[in-house]
């Protein structure tokens, strides 16, 4: 059987961790994302609990650390 290679893509990949407690979102908390290179992004969840993008680094070894401890209200 023939094999077909895919077109060479310059598409980056954005991603992120969603922080959740049960089905809600857990905004304004304070985490720092270390992906595999060293890379520190640190941050706060926004109002649907999102992290910051960490850019193409996701699909890296990544560790997630949140402080629950240190949370704002805005």
Do not use: C, W
């Not at 992906?35 to 992004?41: H, M």
Request: aromatic share 6%; no cysteine; glycine share 10%.
């Amino acid at each position: 059987a023939a094999t077909r290679s895919l077109p060479k893509s310059d598409v980056k990949m954005n991603e992120f961790f969603r922080v959740m407690q049960g089905k809600d979102p857990l905004k304004g908390i304070r985490y720092s994302i270390t992906v595999e290179n060293g890379q520190v992004v640190e941050g706060r969840t926004d109002g649907d609990g999102h992290t910051d993008v960490a850019k193409d680094q996701m699909t890296q070894g990544t560790k997630l650390k949140l402080f629950p401890d240190d949370v704002s209200e805005g």
